[in-house]
Each structure stands twice: as structure tokens, then as C-alpha cells.
């Protein structure tokens, strides 16, 4: 499972290194007509840049949710395991960006009529992830007889 991890970091680092070197910030690419797009946004917040005035509660929290992650990793195993795997690795990608460099590299944008957010592929990793864990936690739970 740490080579998910490690691999899930490994695959975003090198997705926001492409787009640093590509793509001038705030410059924006098609990549399937009127849909999909990939960009160059800096993000100093959280999602969609909240608290982006905050830094020192953007780190607290970045920081509290993988000692978070880290505790789970030690209580789960078999597909819940897997899925905060992904977690790990899409969090410590985004909070290394927040420590090292001060700020996220978002890319990837789906075109719409409503306000829609740019993200990255860490956040992809980190939301399938917890997908992955809550399946796999409900699945068990729903096995477990809650009655006697």
C-alpha cells in the first residue's frame, strides 16, 4: 500500500511540474471541445481558495487532517486500507505543496454554466480514496450483525 502512496504523489508532482513548465499561470488549454480544459491556477487556500489569507490555518488543518489519515492507515486494512492509500498519497502531495512552495498547483477544469472549481490530480486521488474507504467500511459494517 506505501507504493500506492508513493505513486499517487509521484503521478500529481509530476502532472503540476508539466503544467508549471507548459502553461504560463492563469493561461488556460482545451483539451475536449467546450468540456475539459487544463490551467495554471496558484492556490494559497483550501478548496476553491478559502481561507487563502489564512496560511498558518491552512497549514494547521492540512496538517491535522493527514495526522488524521495516518491514524486511520493504522486501523484499516484490505480495500478500506487501499482507499486511504489514495488519501495519503493526494494529501501529502497538496501539503507538500503548501509547505515547500506556499501554495497548490491546480489544473484541471470541467467547463460549465455553473461556477466549478479548478483541481488537481491529488484531489481526484484523495476523493476516490475516501469513496473507496467509505464502501469498503459500509460493506463490513453491513456483513456485522448489529443485533443478537
Not at 487532517?65 to 486501523?75: D, E, F, G, Y
Request: proline share 1%.
Amino acid at each position: 500500500m506505501k507504493s500506492i502512496v508513493l505513486l499517487t504523489f509521484l503521478l500529481d508532482q509530476l502532472c503540476k511540474h508539466w503544467i508549471n513548465q507548459n502553461l504560463a499561470v492563469g493561461e488556460k488549454r482545451e483539451l475536449l471541445k467546450n468540456k475539459l480544459h487544463i490551467t495554471n491556477l496558484k492556490n494559497k487556500g483550501m478548496a476553491m481558495g478559502a481561507f487563502s489569507e489564512k496560511r498558518w490555518f491552512v497549514l494547521l488543518a492540512s496538517a491535522l487532517a493527514m495526522v488524521s489519515i495516518i491514524r486511520l492507515w493504522k486501523r484499516t486494512e484490505g480495500l478500506e486500507k487501499l482507499g486511504v492509500a489514495f488519501m495519503a498519497g493526494g494529501g501529502i502531495s497538496n501539503i507538500y505543496d503548501r509547505f515547500v512552495k506556499g501554495e497548490v498547483t491546480d489544473y484541471i477544469f470541467f467547463k460549465s454554466k455553473k461556477v466549478t472549481p479548478v483541481f488537481n490530480l491529488a484531489d481526484i486521488f484523495a476523493i476516490v480514496g475516501f469513496v473507496i474507504a467509505l464502501i469498503a467500511r459500509l460493506s463490513s459494517t453491513r456483513n456485522k450483525k448489529w443485533y443478537y
